[in-house]
């Protein structure tokens, strides 16, 4: 069963239950109220006939019971037991009806009954009457009778009213409560579709529209709007990631396959040549053997050590991936820096290494790894050089609002603005030819990581054909360390 005739159903139940304790309610009301002004009629009348009138006036009451009894429209009779006497009122004779007499010993004083006669139902009030005197008490029994048919009519028709308005109330209640309900759920059909959208994988992007007002509906109806809205940003962030790790697992069989494929080779020609027979190439000579051998090793120890540099970047990255860090310490910039700048100087390079003034970092201090500062500032260092054929390479430091900012300017090829935010992706390469510049396109990636786990940021300055600028900006640590 659906919510919404759940809820109709149990809304027409307590609906009904109420309708039912207010149709007794107004039904017993009308009851007592009626039935209730009879018996006091007929009781008030009962007492008024005395013992005296019944002895004393032998035929005078009959004339008691016309004017007290016949004016109300009441019915009287008293039955003696031991004469078998029986006297009626002059109504009760004209219609010639006698009501039933009870036993003597099972009569009760001041009893109300219900009798039909012919039909007609009677309220009957009976009281035992007593005379002095007399040893078989009681004498006689009073009966005081009204015809209720009116009564009855009137609460017949009550009922009727009650039951059919009763009835005709839940059909209404209950065909309106269905509507409403439906008309208050048609929200949640959206929302199942939203659902089951999701789970068929179609579009992530679709929003439920609701224009109601802000109850719990609205809420709910809110709530999975933004629940789409974040998974539709989960989901393209999971795209996202699984491209970039195909593109990374592809980047880096490209990168494996070239040094392994010159190790190949070299291995192969190696073999050749070293299974030559004597004098069976008469062009190869011991000479000119070993020179093939010197080279073909020397070609295999530099793509050996290529792999290397590229199985340890990418473990730094994979480091990075799993979230793992590397302790920190206060670490004095001015000392690394000079050790940063004369290491530079004997890096392989064409262009003129040029370092600023480093005085100004005096006391200066970070919250950092020397060893990884070391490594992201090389790595910037490595690249100017690479992509600077001619020209200049400066490296000094800044230092600004509580940050000291390192930089590295080169005057070297440049690269195109629309190129920047992708120079720390992985594997990417900034010249449009793998092979023009050495490098595998991990070194800034590598660096970003560095700079993110140290909370400091990048700024890049570039122009094609005049050079780039990195500005790597680091927090300096307040408060000197005690030595």
């Known amino acids: 069963m659906s919510i919404k005739l759940r809820l109709t159903a149990w809304?027409?139940?307590?609906?009904?239950?109420?309708?039912?304790?207010?149709?007794?309610?107004?039904?017993?009301?009308?009851?007592?109220?009626t039935y209730g002004d009879l018996q006091d009629r007929l009781h008030k009348q009962a007492e008024q006939l005395t013992l005296h009138q019944v002895l004393n006036s032998d035929g005078s009451l009959d004339l008691a019971f016309d004017k007290s009894v016949d004016a109300q429209n009441l019915f009287g009779q008293m039955y003696f037991y031991d004469s078998s006497n029986l006297i009626r009122s002059l109504n009760l004779k004209e219609i010639?009806?006698?009501?039933?007499?009870?036993a003597q010993q099972n009569l009760q004083d001041g009893e109300f009954k219900d009798a039909y006669y012919r039909g007609?139902?009677?309220?009957?009030?009976?009281?035992?009457?007593?005379?002095?005197?007399?040893?078989?008490?009681?004498?006689?029994?009073?009966?005081?009778?009204?015809?209720?048919?009116?009564q009855d009519k009137l609460l017949d028709r009550l009922k009727t009213i009650l039951i059919t308005g009763s009835f005709a109330t839940l059909i209404a209640a209950f065909t309106f409560g269905l509507f409403l309900a439906r008309k208050a759920m048609s929200p949640i059909g959206k929302v199942i579709e939203a659902a089951e959208g999701i789970q068929t994988g179609n579009d992530l992007s679709v929003r439920i529209e609701y224009d109601g007002p802000p109850d719990e509906i609205g809420r709910l109806i809110r709530t999975v709007n933004s629940m789409l809205g974040r998974m539709e940003g989960f989901y393209k962030n999971l795209e996202d990631s699984y491209a970039a790790q195909r593109r990374f697992v592809s980047d880096a069989s490209h990168e494996l396959r070239t040094p392994l494929t010159t190790i190949r080779g070299n291995?192969?020609?190696?073999?050749?040549?070293?299974?030559?027979?004597?004098g069976e190439n008469p062009l190869l000579d011991e000479a000119a053997i070993r020179q093939i051998s010197v080279e073909s090793v020397h070609d295999i120890a530099d793509e050996a050590q290529r792999m290397s540099r590229l199985v340890a970047d990418m473990l730094s990255l994979a480091r990075a991936d799993t979230g793992r860090t590397f302790e920190k310490e206060p670490i004095a910039l001015e000392p690394m820096m000079n050790e940063v700048a004369r290491r530079a100087a004997f890096l392989p390079r064409e262009a003129e290494w040029t370092t600023g003034d480093l005085s100004g970092l005096n006391g200066k201090y970070v919250?950092?790894?020397k060893d990884y500062l070391q490594q992201m500032l090389f790595i910037f260092i490595?690249?100017?050089?690479?992509?600077?054929?001619?020209?200049?390479?400066?490296?000094?430091?800044?230092?600004?609002?509580?940050?000291?900012?390192?930089?590295?300017?080169?005057?070297?090829?440049?690269?195109e603005k629309d190129e920047v935010p992708h120079i720390f992706?992985?594997?990417?390469?900034?010249?449009?030819?793998?092979?023009?510049?050495?490098?595998?396109?991990?070194?800034?990636?590598?660096?970003?990581?560095?700079?993110?786990?140290?909370?400091?940021?990048?700024?890049?300055?570039?122009?094609?054909?005049?050079?780039?600028?990195?500005?790597?900006?680091?927090?300096?640590?307040?408060?000197?360390p005690l030595e």
Not at 430 to 438: N, P, Q, V, Y
Not at 449 to 478: A, C, K, M, N, Y
């Open 11 to 33: 809304y027409s139940g307590i609906l009904a239950v109420m309708l039912l304790a207010f149709s007794a309610s107004i039904f017993g009301f009308f009851y007592i109220n």
């Open 96 to 102: 010639d009806l006698r009501f039933d007499i009870p």
């Open 120 to 150: 007609y139902h009677f309220l009957i009030y009976q009281k035992a009457v007593n005379i002095e005197g007399y040893d078989n008490n009681p004498a006689a029994v009073l009966q005081m009778a009204a015809y209720t048919g009116e």
């Open 267 to 278: 291995i192969e020609l190696l073999q050749k040549v070293w299974e030559l027979e004597p």
């Open 367 to 369: 919250l950092g790894n």
């Open 382 to 415: 490595d690249n100017a050089f690479k992509y600077t054929p001619s020209g200049e390479v400066t490296f000094d430091a800044v230092v600004y609002q509580h940050q000291v900012g390192i930089r590295v300017k080169d005057t070297g090829i440049g690269m």
């Open 425 to 480: 992706d992985r594997f990417y390469r900034a010249d449009e030819s793998r092979g023009i510049t050495e490098g595998i396109g991990l070194g800034l990636s590598i660096a970003k990581w560095i700079i993110d786990e140290h909370g400091g940021s990048v700024e890049v300055v570039t122009r094609q054909g005049e050079g780039t600028t990195f500005v790597i900006w680091l927090p300096l640590l307040f408060a000197a």
